[in-house]
């Protein structure tokens, strides 16, 4: 009886579990601002997010701000939030190059960029918006870490 009741209780969850995660995308590509904050310089640029399964999402920045222009492109894992209607959570990260120049010197470094956050999409308006917290990796010559990084994108959806 107990492997029978565990059976049907385990069924259940995993039915509950894919449900949730089948209605995790209620849009397909977002395109709009993205902003960089945090220590060190604000980033600003456009920004675009477009996903290719129902949990699975790439975002893709360039922006400019402190001297610098950062490209980045993020691959995210996203997931429903039950009874929260267009908000999801969403984890990932990728690569980022980032190009400083000042008076007359320039240096080029490389990114390592994960992610925590939330997309939320505005139920019945083309909106959707995204906060994330993003420690960034530098790694060349001036090697450094930055646990107090933030993304904000608001972006409209098609």
């Known amino acids: 009886m107990k492997k029978l009741l565990f059976t049907i209780i385990a069924g259940v969850a995993f039915f509950a579990m894919n449900l949730s995660n089948a209605n995790a995308q209620s849009y397909k ?3 709009g601002l993205g902003l960089d904050f945090g220590n060190g310089s ?4 456009p920004s675009i997010k477009h996903f290719f399964s129902a949990t699975g999402a790439g975002q893709a920045e ?3 701000g402190g001297n610098s222009t950062r490209l980045q492109a ?3 894992y996203h997931g429903a939030i039950n009874g929260a209607q267009g908000l999801k959570w969403y984890v990932g990260g990728g690569p980022g190059l980032n190009f400083f ?3 007359g010197f320039s240096q080029t470094t490389f990114l390592l960029i994960p992610q925590a956050g939330l997309d939320f999409k505005i139920p019945g308006a083309p909106i959707q918006m995204g906060f994330d917290w993003r420690p960034t990796a530098a790694i060349g010559d001036n090697s450094d870490f930055e646990a107090g990084r933030f993304g904000f994108g608001f972006r409209f959806t098609f």
């Open 29 to 31: 590509t977002a395109l």
């Open 101 to 103: 120049s000042a008076g």
């Open 74 to 76: 993020f691959y995210q």
């Open 62 to 64: 360039v922006l400019f």
């Open 42 to 45: 604000t980033l600003v640029g």
